[in-house]
């Protein structure tokens, strides 16, 4: 039962457009939600996380957005910039978990 | 410069023995989680420890062992119990466990010969 799910293998965006990324997920006793870029051979990087009595979390180019009824967050890169290309995984987890689960990933290319 | 080491990058062993595989971190958290990525699949839970002598098994902890006799080192056995050891490897740490950020290594790809 993948209880954090990305539904979309892949996004291409051109230098300078908006990069929105997905996540869905199913268990309500979720509370706290994060993003990381992963580039192939190497760790993921935390990039930013949002608590659930929030809707909107912003750091300089990066803006999370979660709708709570929705079970939903959106990961917003902007400008989207070709070193922005990397994998991109949400993950979610809660205060009373000891752990976070993540989604299957999404691969950005941003494109000059 | 505080972070995660884990050694080596890529492993090699022949079927039917087991491996260990290092992590070790200078961040002085609490706890620390041992992941395994697929293609196509995200990051997999194995083991997680929330203090030291303490750990838990994860979403798919069969044919792995962990220790945690430090509060810096957190070692990943794959013993020949595993049926498909090839991947790749990740350790993570954090402050402590529950909503918080975890700090990931760089990884060890694991091919199984």
């Known amino acids: 039962d993948q209880q954090v799910k990305q539904n979309s293998p892949s996004l291409s965006v051109q230098e300078g457009r908006i990069s929105i990324l997905n996540c869905d997920y199913t268990?309500?006793?979720?509370?706290?939600f994060l993003w990381y870029k992963k580039y192939p051979a190497e760790g993921p990087t935390f990039l930013i996380s949002i608590s659930s009595i929030k809707d909107k979390n912003e750091d300089g180019r990066f803006t999370v957005f979660l709708n709570k009824s929705a079970k939903h967050l959106s990961l917003h890169i902007v400008p989207s910039q070709p070193g922005d290309s990397a994998v991109y995984f949400c993950a979610a987890g809660g205060t009373s978990y000891g752990k976070l689960t993540f989604g299957q990933g999404t691969i950005l290319t941003v494109h000059p | 410069d505080g972070g995660i080491t884990q050694s080596p990058k890529y492993l090699f062993r022949k079927e039917g023995q087991n491996v260990t595989l290092s992590c070790e971190q200078n961040l002085n958290h609490d706890a620390m989680y041992w992941y395994r990525q697929d293609p196509g699949q995200g990051l997999r839970l194995i083991y997680y420890s929330q203090i030291v002598n303490d750990f838990q098994k994860g979403d798919i902890a069969e044919g792995y062992s962990v220790s945690r006799e430090k509060k810096e080192s957190f070692p990943l056995t794959v013993t020949s119990a595993q049926k498909n050891p090839t991947a790749f490897y990740l350790c993570a740490s954090s402050i402590a466990q529950g909503p918080q950020p975890q700090h990931f290594g760089d990884g060890t790809r694991l091919s199984i010969l």
């Open positions: 268990n309500s006793m979720f509370d706290y």
